[in-house]
């Protein structure tokens, strides 16, 4: 197994050269820039965005999170699937071995998620729900995770900043547009619907969560006394090349 380990790494080493036998964009990603950023923030124990990464005791990527809006009959063309998380930090646990379900641990402490972008934009809502952005679906989840808990919660946009001007990605992460979203999105269902049941709690819940947007290169710039600055900048460089943003 580590011979394969190593293998792996051997290969995605060679991914920005010309000998690579895979696409770059496979390891200069989102996802990669993300997972970096987030392990060498909680090394360097910066507090960043309100959120102190000292005291974040797990993170995981690709979990998934449970909505309120999952499908309660087979027929149901309301419903939504769990939402695959680029990121998920705080106090939870995930069975990998199982399917990867995010389950909030004990009745206080911290949950967040962020939400990794490159290139592309915030996914603007579904066929059936056109308007209920991937903002709006991620701040839902979380507030329905912790309906009956205290934790701090707090959900993040994270993109090179060109993309979150280009995008007006600020305008979709504010608070009122995703609540009233979250608000219409409880309002598709009939009012005697256990789903309708949970809208109320759901916004309270979701009117206590911190959000905002942050950049690749302000993140960055609180990481510039650790000894990982340099390589991970060197890193978001060729994310920013293969992902043509220039």
């Known amino acids: 197994m580590d011979t394969m380990i190593e293998t792996v790494a051997s290969i995605l080493g060679r991914c920005h050269d010309s000998t690579t036998n895979i696409s770059p964009t496979i390891l200069y990603s989102e996802g990669w820039m993300t997972r970096l950023l987030v392990a060498v923030s909680i090394d360097a124990g910066i507090h960043f965005q309100d959120i102190d990464f000292s005291r974040i005791q797990n993170w995981y990527s690709e979990g998934l999170l449970s909505s309120p809006f999952l499908p309660r009959t087979r ?7 769990y939402t695959h998380t680029d990121m998920a930090l705080g ?3 995930v069975d990998s071995s199982v399917r990867g379900d995010i389950s909030i641990t004990g009745s206080e402490g911290i949950f967040g998620v ?16 056109p308007v209920y952005n991937q903002a709006s679906r991620n701040l839902a989840c979380i507030a329905f995770n912790t309906l009956s808990t205290r934790h701090r919660i707090f959900f993040i946009v994270a993109a090179p900043e060109k993309k979150i001007e280009e995008h007006e990605m600020r305008k979709q992460v504010d608070m009122k547009v995703m609540l009233a979203q979250i608000a219409n999105r409880f309002d598709l269902y009939e009012r005697q619907s256990p789903v309708y049941a949970l809208k109320e709690e759901v916004l309270r819940r979701a009117g206590q969560c911190v959000c905002s947007v942050i950049s690749y290169e302000s993140w960055l710039e609180r ?3 650790h000894g990982s600055y340099s390589p991970l900048v060197e890193f978001k460089e060729r994310c920013y090349a293969f992902n043509k943003i220039a």
Request: hydrophobic share 30%; proline share 7%.
């Open 114 to 129: 962020i939400e990794a972008k490159m290139g592309s934009r915030l996914s603007p809502g579904t066929k059936h729900v």
């Open 91 to 93: 106090d939870f646990t």
């Open 223 to 225: 990481l510039g006394p």
């Open 75 to 81: 027929t149901d063309r309301l419903a939504e699937g």
